[in-house]
């Protein structure tokens, strides 16, 4: 069993509708969650970062944890085109290293 | 603000050749700095990671090795390349302190035939 499992997609949605990706974990030992976005042939740049239980927002987006469960979401609102990417999530336990997901490709269509 | 940097953006190296791939970091002092492979299809493989000048750890035994000899400079090297290090290679940054989430550069893509 892999310690981060990502559904690969691809997701497709149209314009404005919302995006729910997901990640579930196996180690309760991780405790920090982040969410990255790439774009092709690009790095990953990070979109947001939590390390406790809950949401938290920063405009059309929203990281949810639920450590009970070992899962964590990101949702996006009012998606657009320039949302199509692939989405990351990294979790880690400790400072030295993250844990990642192999990626949600995702596409909004016009 | 900090900013990495990586170069070359692409390279494509016969089988057997030499890799130098350099990483910098502008902005920050005494970073921890990583070397991560990314392969078509699949997650982010961490290959080397550094804590200090000289100190390094690798997560992947194989044919590539890191290198810290400044401060903000981490440099990935092979001896001699093999059609398996074909991949986007991406270093990243982390601060010191409580923060753990990491800040990549652009990546570099390496073909090798």
């Known amino acids: 069993q892999k310690e981060v499992e990502q559904d690969p997609g691809p997701l497709s949605v149209p314009e404005g509708a919302i995006v729910s990706l997901n990640c579930t974990y196996s180690?309760?030992?991780?405790?920090?969650f982040m969410w990255y976005r790439q774009y092709s042939r690009k790095g990953p740049e990070l979109l947001m970062y939590?390390?406790?239980?809950g949401n938290k927002e920063d405009g059309r987006f929203t990281a949810q944890v639920d450590k009970s469960s070992k899962y964590i979401s990101l949702f996006i609102r009012d998606s657009q085109p320039s949302d199509s990417a692939t989405y990351l999530c990294a979790i880690t336990g400790t400072a030295s290293k993250l844990t990642f997901g192999t990626g949600t490709r995702l596409q909004v269509t016009l | 603000s900090q900013t990495i940097h990586q170069w070359p953006a692409t390279l494509v190296q016969p089988v057997g050749s030499p890799l130098s791939l350099e990483c910098t970091v502008e902005g920050t002092s005494n970073p921890n700095l990583y070397w991560y492979r990314q392969a078509a299809g699949r997650g982010l493989q961490l290959l080397f990671y550094s804590v200090g000048i000289g100190q390094i750890s690798s997560e992947v035994p194989q044919n590539l090795s890191a290198s810290r000899p400044q401060d903000r400079q981490f440099i990935l090297s092979s001896k001699k390349l093999l059609l398996s290090d074909s991949g986007f290679y991406l270093c990243?940054?982390?601060?010191?302190?409580?923060?753990?989430?990491?800040?990549f550069g652009p990546g570099t893509r390496l073909t090798v035939t």
């Open positions: 939590t390390y406790s239980s």
């Open positions: 180690n309760s030992a991780f405790q920090y």
């Open positions: 990243a940054w982390r601060g010191r302190g409580a923060a753990y989430e990491q800040y």
